[in-house]
């Protein structure tokens, strides 16, 4: 009787547990933007009255638009809250407004480049859903009224939401001028558009974490309960995952002994192989000169008939000079002696591809026959040489 209370128990457990991670289920709501670039598009009004504050909404007189979307806009948003601008906007001084002071008489354009750092306030009053008020400070450079300044801005805006990626940007710059010279002054700007997100990288909000806490704690509890009842289980699965890693292991073994087999094999293949071309005779000059003797055509015609026989072999040919001579002079004969024994390769049909061919003048002396040493001529002519070392097998 007491098996089957207990047993009743671990269900009912079981069945609570599963109904309330069935509630706890994250949703769509349970997530927000960490960081994303934005892309801006809409039109700007410039207040460049010269009063900055007073009469700020007196659109008639001192606000100056086009008819057309005027203003763009570019940035990266970061997770800290941290966010960096670029902005460009178009615009122009109309008759009959008051610009710098005086009612302006000549249409005149406006251009502004501009760079911002702003912070969501969102993270300091929390999450507010569609609503992503922001405050800013940056550098621009503006040229308007015929008269061009840098600026330093100060902006304060929000955004609003209509889908995840689409809303809507209100914000108002204060541009104050680097230097007020040549009557320049200060001018508000103000701006609303459509923006973008794109690249966007989402985590969970605050509630949302604290459901997924609590969802990590009913799967524990479901995966404890679980879990009295699968040790056999596990223990056989764990006896099969060992049987088959002892498996890969062995697989793992042969393949590094075939590879080791594959690796000795092809060194021996090359050891043969170069000691056949050593078996052919060396190839020597006379002093001074770059012609091939017939010795060197025979050496050099076995060379051709191996590298013909084994299609896979490409070898190295080096041409050196002895000590005597100037350098300029020995590496000019060396290449003279590398190109002739070159072309000759080639021209008993073996494909260029399969010979590199380098000249070193008098750089590698076979014995101690440098310059100033007295050798004897059969010791000089050793170094007059072809050297041809087997590079692919």
């Known amino acids: 009787m007491k098996k089957i209370k207990i047993g009743v128990l671990v269900i009912l457990l079981h069945s609570i547990g599963s109904v309330w991670a069935q509630d706890l289920q994250l949703t769509a709501k349970d997530s927000i933007v ?3 670039w934005i892309f801006g598009l809409g039109y700007n009004f410039v207040d ?7 009469e700020l909404l007196d659109v008639d007189k001192q606000w100056n638009a086009v008819a057309f979307p005027s203003r763009i806009s570019i940035g990266k948003y970061f997770e800290s809250g941290i966010g960096v601008e670029a902005i460009g906007s178009y615009n122009k001084y109309k008759v009959g407004k008051t610009v710098d002071g005086s009612v302006n008489l000549e249409e005149t354009d406006y251009y502004a480049v501009d760079t911002r750092v702003s912070y969501d306030l969102n993270k300091i009053i929390g999450e507010t859903a569609w609503f992503d008020p922001y405050l800013g400070v940056g550098l621009g450079y503006t040229d308007a009224n015929n008269k061009g300044r840098g600026t330093y801005n100060g902006v304060v805006g929000f955004r609003t939401w209509i889908t995840e990626r689409i809303g809507l940007d209100f914000n108002s710059s204060g541009k104050w001028a680097m230097n007020k010279g040549d009557g320049v002054t200060n001018h508000l700007q103000h701006a609303v558009g459509v923006v973008y997100q794109f690249k966007v990288e989402k985590g969970l909000s605050k509630k949302g974490l604290e459901k997924q806490a609590q969802i990590e704690e009913v799967l524990k509890e479901q995966q404890r309960v679980a879990d ?6 596990k223990q056989e699965e764990e006896a099969r995952l060992l049987a088959e890693q002892l498996k890969k292991e062995q697989e793992a073994l042969r393949l590094v002994e075939a590879e080791k087999e594959k690796a000795a094999a092809q060194k021996q293949r090359r050891e043969d192989l170069q000691a056949k071309i050593n078996s052919f005779g060396s190839i020597n000059f006379a002093l001074n000169s770059s012609y091939l003797d017939r010795k060197t055509k025979k050496t050099l015609n076995s060379i051709a008939e191996l590298l013909k026989e084994n299609p896979t072999v490409t070898v190295k040919l080096g041409a050196y000079t002895d000590s005597r001579g100037t350098d300029k002079y020995n590496l000019w004969l060396s290449q003279r002696r590398m190109q002739r024994s070159l072309d000759y390769i080639i021209s008993k049909g073996v494909v260029a591809e399969k010979v590199t061919a380098k000249a070193y ?5 076979l014995n101690n026959c440098e310059d100033d040493v007295y050798c004897t001529e059969q010791e000089h002519s050793i170094n007059r040489r072809i050297e041809i070392i087997i590079d692919k097998i």
């Open 228 to 233: 009295s009842t699968a040790i056999a289980k």
């Open 34 to 36: 960490k960081s994303s």
């Open 361 to 365: 003048g008098e750089e590698v002396l």
């Open 48 to 54: 460049d009255s010269g009063d900055v504050f007073d």
